[in-house]
């Protein structure tokens, strides 16, 4: 930047009369002038710049996830962006990127419908009957839809006919309407329906308890601390994967 403190103009050694002395000193004022203007509309520029950052990320998805997970006394978190490809790539590529200590510390939320709840049974007002559920489960493991369905037929003690519970993939389009994301940017965090959260208990087995999983956008992802998880979540916690 110009410093206008400096900026002399650099006289003839040979004696001036005084109308070219006057004349002199005029255009140096009207250059420090034209400086200080300069100086001023770049530093108002900046300013607008920074303004405008600071709004943006208070609008952005990582933001408005940390500030729930903050306001409700989660502190061991952290995000990630990766690579738009990212899902392309193999677990173990996955792994590095993001930090994590082995691909079974990386997992997904996939939100459930039960097809043959009764008809009554349309949202999610009953956690123990609910017509959907968002599961967290590792990708190194093998999703068990039936020990789902035996686990709420047991928390309901068994008052509701087994055969009522049939919990299937959600469709793409229902799962964004009720989360508010995307495929491969499902989370559990910021949904806009309070969808019931099923954590697979082998999650619980990870050491460091330290997992990953979708952050609201395909190429944001949430690291989180297990049992801050469980505190923030309240998961119905089932044995529901296999190898």
Known sequence: MINSSNFQL?????????PQLAELERLQTRILNRISKLELSLSTQ??????????????????RLSNILRSNGV???????????????????RRDVLGAASIDHLCKSIVLVNTQAPSNITDCSDCNNSKYYIVVVQYT?????????????ALNDGKIAKKRFNLRLAPEETSMKL????????????????????LDEAI????????WLG?????????????????????FIVSCSGT
Request: hydrophobic share 35%.
């Open 10 to 18: 650099k006289i003839q050694e040979a004696p001036l009369m005084e």
């Open 46 to 63: 900046n300013n607008n710049n920074n303004n405008l950052s600071a709004c943006d990320g208070g609008d952005t998805t990582e933001a």
């Open 75 to 93: 502190k061991d978190f952290a995000f990630k962006k990766v690579s738009s490809d990212y899902y392309e790539w193999p677990l173990e590529s």
């Open 141 to 153: 493991a093998r999703f068990n839809a039936e020990t789902v369905k035996n686990y709420l037929y």
């Open 179 to 198: 989360t508010g994301y995307g495929h491969n940017a499902v989370t559990c965090i910021g949904m806009k329906t309070n969808i019931p959260v099923i």
């Open 204 to 211: 619980l087995r990870l050491n460091p308890d330290f997992f």
């Open 215 to 235: 952050g609201g956008e395909i190429d944001l992802k949430l690291g989180i601390r297990t049992s801050e998880f469980i505190d923030f979540a309240k998961p």
